[in-house]
């Protein structure tokens, strides 16, 4: 095996897993594939979809952390600056615990900046308003 056969392999378990994904309403992702010269080990991952298309997993995840004070409810759905939707919270992650979805791909990010972010907007003020602000000695 090489990574370009992988590569393959894994579009063409993509292609097949979207026939369970439909028939059964679940949410299945490819994660890590290792590969040896005479074989391969693949993680899948699969949650429960919503009847409003969301990930039933992360909804449930979310709704803990909201509950113990981890983050606030009106945080999932918004859409942060270059168009990242917040979409769940990972509990194993110690720092980077928000899960931010980009055109289908997953990101993370920390509440801090997500704090950030919305002072900015409460303030009107952008990154690069700030670097001004800076260079002004302000």
Known sequence: ??????????????EALQIVRD???LELVVKTIRFSQTGFRVTLEAS??????????QKKDWDEAVSLGEVKKEWLGMVLKGGYKVTG??????????ILDKEGKTYTTSKQSIERELQFRALGLTKE????IKQDGV
């Not at 095996?1 to 993509?14: E, L, N």
């Not at 009847?51 to 039933?56: I, L």
């Not at 308003?129 to 001004?132: L, P, R, S, T």
């Open 89 to 98: 919270y990972n509990w194993n992650a110690r720092k980077n615990c928000i």
């Open 1 to 14: 095996m090489d990574k370009r056969k992988v590569g393959r392999i894994r579009t063409s378990m993509d």
């Open 129 to 132: 308003k700030v670097e001004d």
């Open 23 to 25: 028939e059964y309403k």
């Open 48 to 57: 429960e979809v919503n009847e409003d298309g969301t990930n039933a997993t």
